[in-house]
């Protein structure tokens, strides 16, 4: 070996372990745990087939900055493994090479202490060999690899989307995995086979890009305990973000000030991420179903609708509390607010073993639909949905949108109950309604034994919003310098 590249590498080896992470949290999912959801996807394939996964792209933020990278949620819930750049094959049967058996193949990122050094570590072949994979190779192997994908009756994945970047400096990113997987597998994207004049393009007969989202929503849309443990935890992070708030609102605070005050209360409990962008709006604002801008200064005497939800080792609520920010509902944000609860209510008892969420949504709904009529706020129950123009629940998960199949509701799935009402200005109706909008939302685990309100901490009745705005708030004391 030459003596400079024996230096480098005693310099790399050296770089790399002073790397090492010490003083982590405990409570990651186990090996065993996705090992065993490989092992129950396996089961439910159909005879001699393929599950082929990538992991998300990298999204570029702006020039030489990328988005904070988050794994695709199958990819984590099979895995484990939190790097880009990686595809894992799952097969339905055993597979033989030589004195080899296998019913699995991880391809992984490349260790490489320059990048790890700029950009963060990196578990390469070593590290998710101890996640108990026992074959795994590097991306750049994928190229070389034998496998024929003409021989299994179906090659299960997800359709490529298309907005994935060629990093022009890395042969084996997420790009050419799936090049190189389109050839192997002889597959066009879908726009690419539709017939043009003698050019047909042939495409192999066993490719399903279907089937593999009811497969693994049937295994998702049902919690184990140990998912439950890390759900629960996000929702109770974020019921305590929604007390907090109430605690230290005044009518000066901006929707970026709450915001920032529920995404502190996240950090300090060691949820990662919010699950999806927050939504604080004041007023009006609060009619954008998903408004994120967050940037009116002052609630003032207006309600504010907050629904955020903390990510917690990659588990997210999704919680909605609507508030007054002078801690008190005036008479017409009452009224709205005391509909939607009734909704809320109904819908959280239909929660249960054997039922669906469309029944959820009609319970309240048509508490809704006649409460508007009621206040005159609408004429006949035809024009409810424009007011109240969403659903009532989805399930939450990996996802804040959890995968699912939409089916009879059953223990351990837990979805969110979360009827509005939204009235924006310039609405066909009393100018009094205008700019009231309220959704409360909760996160519902289903039992054998009733509807189980995950995120009943964060109070819900107005009564009880009005006493919790009451309590004092440390926050209160947290006094910054004004700045120029
Ligand atoms: N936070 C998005 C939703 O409630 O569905
Ligand atoms: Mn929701
Ligand atoms: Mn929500």
Known sequence: MKLKYFLTSIICLFTLNSFAQTDLPTDYLSSDFHKERR?????????????????NPVRNRANDVDYVYHQDPNFYYLTGYNEPNTMLLIFS?????????????IYVRKRHPLYEQWTGRRLGVEGVTKMGFEQVFNGEDFEDSSID??????VLFKDFKNDVRDSKRDRADLYNLIEQFKVKANYMASESNIPVGDNVVDVSTNIDVTSLRTL???LREIKTQDEL???????????VGQIEIMK????????????????????????????YPSIVGVGNNGCILHYTENTKMNAGKEMILMDLGAEYHGYTADVTRTIPANGKFNTEQRAIY???????????????????MSKVDKVGRDIINQGLIDLGIIETADEGRKYFPHGTSHHIGLDVHDLSNRGELKENMVITVEPGIYIPEGSDCDEKWWGIAVRIEDDILVTASGPINLSEMAPRHADEI???????????????????
Do not use: C, W
Request: glycine share 6%.
């Open 149 to 154: 994908f003409s021989t299994f009756d179906k």
């Open 229 to 239: 443990v890390l759900l629960k935890k996000a929702v109770e992070i974020s019921a």
């Open 39 to 55: 092992e129950a996807l396996r089961a439910s394939m159909p005879e001699n087939s393929v599950a082929v996964f990538f992991a």
């Open 338 to 356: 005391d509909l939607v609860y009734a909704a809320q209510e109904v819908g959280i008892a239909e929660t249960v073993v054997g039922s669906d």
């Open 216 to 218: 693994m929503a049937n």
């Open 248 to 275: 230290a609102m005044h009518p000066n605070m901006s929707e970026a000030e709450i915001q920032g005050v529920h995404e502190f209360v996240y950090k300090k409990y060691g949820a990662e991420y919010e699950g």
């Open 466 to 484: 009005e006493a919790m705005m009451k309590e004092a708030s440390i926050l209160n004391a947290f006094h910054l310098p004004t700045l120029d």
């Open 93 to 105: 049967d055993d597979q033989t090479e030589g004195e080899t058996m296998y019913n699995e193949i």
